[in-house]
């Protein structure tokens, strides 16, 4: 008899990337005290190159995602997907303290010097947002490319972009191409 994959309950990674705006220990239960000051992130799950969630119960137990999803490929993910392929979705939780990047993620496969970077849309759900938070979420309505371009480096990019208020219980989202931030 095949062994049960499920309830799997994953170890979530924490790092610190970005500064913290100090709210996560609200939303996080763990068994040790969580330093907001420390964790800007919290992975709970994720299955890309070095960063992996990895099993917390059961015979699987020490297993990283990676490593489950190679050795059984169609019970976690469906008989569609590649054993070589990484698990298809990656859930996180920021605390952002400052302004991010604009990012844009592409909306094919790209190839970058050795590496290559998949399609990635993005669902984002606010649990708590202070006061003048924004988010962006791609170009204002009626704006050019030429607008655009002949902003870029200047301080009215950002009058160019579609700007909202961060607010507790809004979702947002973000298809791939999309600039973001």
Known sequence: MAKSLYPLLLTPVSRANEPSAQLLGDFLETD???DPTDASEVWQAVDCGDLQTVVANGEFAGQSLRQLVQARPEELVGRRHAPESPFPLATRILDVGADQPWQVHP???LKVDSETFPPNAKFWFSL???????????IAPGVTGQQLLSQLNKPGLTRLLRTMPAREGDAYLIPPGMLHS
């Open 128 to 138: 708590a947002a202070r006061r003048n938070s924004n988010i962006v979420a791609g």
């Open 107 to 109: 909306d094919k496969y």
């Open 32 to 34: 040790e005290p969580l």
